[in-house]
């Protein structure tokens, strides 16, 4: 009996550290293999001056139709790594640097608005791509491609929302989100005199970034903080993390503050000139929208226990949008973290699949 429960109590010690084994292996090399695909795929980078602005991005092979994909706030083109190798099958696919974020350039903080950056997009199309174009865009890139499809309908033929912060982006209402803590920072970081020229490691030492690992927390913090210090410039990567965070900080590195203070600032000038509703109604063309909504489906609200939203969007924005979008727009409802198209590839490309299908 004794020696079949030593047998036992090995094997159990031999899967678990063949699962941890496997998760760090895991985060280890999930960037390198993601990336070796991108270019297996045909993947080259590029740069474009448009309307003043340099502009990076990324071009994959002429396998179809035009599809121009718009990350969201603190990311770069990188971050669709996961999808690009499959969307480029049948696409002419198109991931662009959002001005401000990746190697794209910084503007007078004046033109960090959803109508300024959203025409440039908008002339990148017509300039570069150079015909109609499927558009994605997630979060803060969702608004974007919001604004490209309202205000530029010749351009687009059709709209995949991933995720965007439909009416909970706009002042007062933005502090109370889980979105809005960075963008707060931002300006906080800016209006402190920058104490030091990495807003990474200002974020990391004045967020609660981490507070998802419970006790651990603390731990975390102080070492990302270090690693910060020791590398200013480089995105923070520490081994026992899944890659869903050190994407993020991949994106964090090359971010200007100050595009998420427009969102903050002189009553969220973010906004200036551009009107939600409205842009929601002016829609034309096919839409699918997507909706996390992990922890709402887990607790039966998208509030914490302080009020804060912890998601982009609630049920009832939701329902408002849908009302405002084009008859037909289908809604894809995700239990996943708010990158969807990293950290649930599979349903992000089922998404776009639909879309595809809804425009031919």
Sequence with gaps: MRRVLLVALVVVLLLVAAGIGGYLYQNVTTFDKAMTAVREAGFVEREARVDGV???????????????????????WQDYMKVLPELAREHH?????????????????RRYTNVFVGD??????????????????HSSGGLLALRIASAHPEL??????????????????????????MLVLADEYLKAGSPHADYQRYFLEHSDYFAFFGPLAGPI????????????????????LPPVVTVFFQGLVDYDPEFGAAW?????????????EAALRAVRVPTVLVHTNYF????????????????AMDSHDVSRALDLLPRGTQLVQVQSGHL???????????AFRKLDARVH
Excluded: C
């Excluded at 696919?93 to 903080?109: K, N, Y």
């Excluded at 033929?157 to 803590?181: C, H, I, N, Q, Y």
């Excluded at 913090?221 to 026992?240: C, D, I, M, R, W």
């Excluded at 709402?296 to 998601?311: C, K, P, Q, V, W």
């Design 340 to 350: 969807v198209h990293f950290e649930r590839a599979d349903a992000y490309l089922d």
């Design 93 to 109: 696919v198109f991931a662009v640097d959002v001005p401000g974020h990746g190697a794209s350039g910084r503007l007078d903080p």
């Design 296 to 311: 709402e489906a887990r607790t039966g609200t998208a509030y914490d226990d302080r009020g804060i939203l912890m998601a």
């Design 54 to 76: 340099r502009l990076a991005y990324a071009e994959g092979p002429d396998n179809g139709e035009p599809l121009l994909l718009i990350h969201g706030q603190g990311s770069r």
């Design 221 to 240: 913090k102080n070492h990302a903080v270090s690693k910060a210090t020791e590398q200013p410039g480089e995105p923070v990567e520490l081994f026992y």
């Design 264 to 276: 903050v600032r002189d009553g969220g000038r973010w906004y200036d000139g551009f009107d939600t």
């Design 156 to 181: 687009v033929r059709g709209l995949l929302l991933e995720d965007p912060p439909l009416f909970s982006s706009t002042m007062p209402r933005l502090v109370k989100t889980t979105g809005g803590a």
């Design 120 to 137: 440039v997009l908008a002339d990148f199309v017509e300039q570069v791509i150079g015909e109609p174009a499927l558009v994605s865009g």
